[in-house]
C-alpha cells in the first residue's frame, strides 16, 4: 500500500489554466505538507495542515490554494498557470507538526506549464 | 531562522570506495537534523536524523552521520557505496520549537557511483 500518493504523476498544461493536484495519505498522520522542488531540485515547503487547520503558508502566491476536505487529504489547485510554476510538487505527511517527527513524502507530480 | 548548506553539488565515487556527503547548517535556536535521499523519479525517503543523544547516528543502507555542534556540521558517511546508491541526498533541519514541522533543506548533493 502507498503509504503518500499523489495524483497526477505528470501534468503538462498550457498558461493561463487552472489545474489540481490530489494527494492522500493513509497513515493516520495529522499533518500534511505541500513542498516545490525546482529545476534546480532545491525544495521549499510551501503549506503545512495540521488537522485541516493551516499552519504555514510560505508566502506563496494566491494562485496556490491548498484544501484539506479531512485530514488524510490536501489538495493543492493552481489558478492561472505560469511558465515559472513548472516543477516537481511533493506532498508529504508526518504523525505531528513537531520537527522531531520523520516527514513520509510522496512520488512528486512533475508540472509542466508550456 | 535556519538554513543549510551542501558543500558538493556532485560526488563522483567508484563502486566499494567510501564517500562524505557534507552538510552545514545555521541556526539560531537548536535544531533537529535530518538527511534523505531520492532517487530517480522518486519522492524522498528519510535516511537517518539526528534528535538528542549520540551525536554519531546510523540509518539505513550502511549510512551514517556526525553531529558537530561547534562546527555546525553534520555530515554523512558511508564506508563502502554501492552502484545502487547513486541518488541526490538532501540534508535538512527543523528547529526544536515545532514550528509546523517545516524542513529547510539544502540544495542537495548528486552521488554518482561508479563500476
Known amino acids: 500500500d502507498t503509504a503518500v500518493s499523489q495524483t497526477p504523476k505528470y501534468l503538462v498544461t498550457q498558461m493561463g489554466n487552472d489545474k489540481s493536484i490530489k494527494c492522500e495519505q493513509n497513515?493516520?498522520?495529522?499533518?500534511m505538507y505541500w513542498y516545490k522542488q525546482d529545476s534546480k531540485k532545491f525544495l521549499k515547503i510551501m503549506f503545512s495542515?495540521?488537522?485541516?487547520?493551516?499552519?504555514i503558508n510560505e508566502t506563496v502566491p494566491n494562485r496556490f490554494s491548498p484544501k484539506s476536505p479531512d485530514k488524510a487529504h490536501l489538495n493543492l489547485h493552481i489558478n492561472s498557470l505560469e511558465l515559472g510554476d513548472s516543477a516537481v510538487y511533493f506532498c508529504?505527511?508526518?504523525?505531528?507538526?513537531?520537527?522531531?517527527?520523520?516527514?513520509?513524502f510522496g512520488q512528486g507530480t512533475r508540472l509542466t506549464v508550456v | 531562522a535556519q538554513s543549510v548548506t551542501q558543500l558538493d553539488s556532485q560526488v563522483p565515487v567508484f563502486e566499494e570506495a567510501p564517500v562524505e556527503l557534507r552538510c552545514n547548517y545555521s541556526s539560531s535556536v537548536s535544531v533537529y537534523l535530518f538527511w534523505y535521499v531520492q532517487y530517480p523519479n522518486q519522492g524522498l525517503q528519510l535516511l537517518l536524523k539526528?534528535?538528542?543523544?549520540?551525536?554519531l547516528v546510523k540509518g539505513i543502507n550502511g549510512f551514517e552521520a556526525e553531529f558537530n555542534k561547534s562546527q555546525t556540521s553534520f555530515h554523512l558517511r558511508k564506508p563502502s557505496v554501492h552502484i545502487s546508491d547513486t541518488a541526490e541526498y538532501f540534508c535538512?533541519?527543523?528547529?526544536?520549537?515545532?514550528?509546523?514541522?517545516?524542513?529547510?533543506f539544502g540544495q542537495g548533493t548528486e552521488l554518482s557511483v561508479k563500476p
Open positions: 535538512a533541519v527543523t528547529s526544536v520549537y515545532n514550528q509546523g514541522g517545516k524542513l529547510i
Open positions: 508529504a505527511s508526518s504523525p505531528l507538526g513537531g520537527g522531531n517527527t520523520e516527514a513520509f
Open positions: 495542515y495540521n488537522n485541516k487547520e493551516l499552519i
Open positions: 539526528y534528535l538528542s543523544g549520540s551525536t
Open positions: 497513515l493516520g498522520h495529522d499533518t
